[in-house]
């Protein structure tokens, strides 16, 4: 079965660190890979996905992810964060034909 | 954007009780999902559909069942709630993105106490 790994449960930042978060996932076809994030009370959000084409996606709020499909990795990165950026992130895999699986989620904290 | 709305937003009910947790979306998506969440915790597929009068099992096995008549409407039961059942939970639909993947779009949840 399909598997998606995050590596960190939980990460403290201070605002203006950098931020990279990892994810890889277990499936050797094609993907469409995706992360969401979820702020405190409210619900599971977008942040970004890749289908194809260029590897490095931009998503909202200045995210990025990069595919790299020969470490099956998609890692979520931020050059510097902010107190907002305070959730749970979560990457999610859906190869073809199938829900999507989601990790167990990175909870980030960012501190003043 | 699809807007995917669940009610009740919180409930909470005694042991034995049946219950519905509805869900619906106005996007005309075909394909809908029920996840279940502990706070702090990974999302796990419980049940999801493809269409009218489908309807599967997800990952996590559950006591919950699940109808899908209207294309809009994917409620989910709970014959006689437990304690057990204590959780949040996650309704989602989805349109095709390329290469057959689903881009997921969530409603807010309904966060269920049983006592």
């Known amino acids: 079965a399909q598997s998606v790994s995050q590596h960190n449960h939980h990460v403290i930042l201070s605002e203006a660190a950098s931020l990279e978060l990892g994810c890889n996932y277990s499936y050797g076809g094609t993907v469409n890979l995706f992360w969401y994030v979820q702020y405190p009370g409210q619900h599971l959000q977008l942040l970004l996905k890749?289908?194809?084409?260029?590897?490095l996606v931009k998503g909202i709020k200045g995210f990025e992810a990069e595919f790299i499909k020969s470490k099956f990795s998609f890692n979520l990165r931020k050059p510097s964060v902010q107190w907002s950026d305070t959730a749970e992130y979560f990457c999610a895999v859906t190869p073809p034909g199938t829900p999507l699986v989601f990790g167990k989620g990175t909870r980030l904290s960012v501190i003043a | 954007e699809a807007d995917i709305y669940q009610t009740p937003r919180y409930l909470v009910i005694g042991t034995g009780k049946k219950i519905t947790l509805e869900c619906s979306q106005t996007?005309?998506?075909?394909?809908m999902y029920w996840y279940q969440q502990d706070p702090g915790m990974e999302l796990h597929l419980i049940h999801y559909?493809?269409?009218?009068?489908?309807?599967e099992k997800g990952d996590l096995s559950s006591e919950s069942t699940v109808s899908r008549i209207r294309t809009e409407h994917f409620p989910l039961t709970l014959e006689s709630a437990r304690p057990s059942h204590t959780s949040q939970y996650l309704c989602?639909?989805?349109?095709?993105?390329?290469?057959?993947?689903?881009?997921?779009?969530f409603g807010p949840g309904t966060r269920l106490t049983v006592t």
């Open positions: 559909s493809y269409g009218v009068n489908s309807t």
């Open positions: 890749y289908f194809s084409g260029d590897p």
């Open positions: 996007m005309g998506h075909d394909k």
């Open positions: 989602a639909s989805s349109v095709p993105g390329q290469l057959g993947g689903h881009e997921q779009y």
